[in-house]
């Protein structure tokens, strides 16, 4: 079983900037073999369905959805477990929950979600 604890999100204006910080634990990731999962954010805002944001696989690559290329960045700690996402130049659009999971293929990895971060971007 593995648990996600998301954090770093709130309440910010347009153009402003928030860090996200995403912590894993439990089976493969308590063993060491953590590094061997792509890891990503996902963004879910109401009435929508959860959106693939951004992706960093065993080697350190990235991508990212059109909507925040340029404006957000990936990165992961595998000594730690934590995975972090960097988002800058914030805008209204970019409100959602945002969740954490290991990905493969684009899909999530593990059925398990954690709470999430709430990120509002607002005047």
């Known amino acids: 079983q593995v648990h996600f604890v998301e954090s770093g999100g709130g309440l910010v204006q347009p153009g402003g900037s928030l860090t996200l910080s995403c912590a894993v634990s439990?089976?493969?990731?308590?063993?060491?073999?953590?590094?061997?999962?792509?890891m990503a954010w996902y963004r879910q805002a109401p009435g929508n369905q959860r959106e693939l944001v951004a992706t960093?696989?065993?080697?350190?690559?990235?991508n990212y959805s059109d909507s925040v290329k340029g404006r957000f960045t990936i990165s992961r700690n595998n000594a730690e477990n934590t995975v972090a996402l960097q988002m800058n130049s914030l805008k209204p659009e970019d409100t959602a929950v945002y969740y954490c999971?290991?990905?493969?293929?684009?899909?999530?990895?593990?059925?398990?979600w954690g709470q999430g971060t709430q990120v509002t971007v607002s005047p």
């Open positions: 439990g089976s493969m990731f308590s063993l060491g073999f953590g590094s061997l999962y792509s």
């Open positions: 999971n290991a990905v493969r293929n684009a899909a999530p990895v593990f059925s398990s």
């Open positions: 960093i696989d065993r080697g350190g690559d990235t």
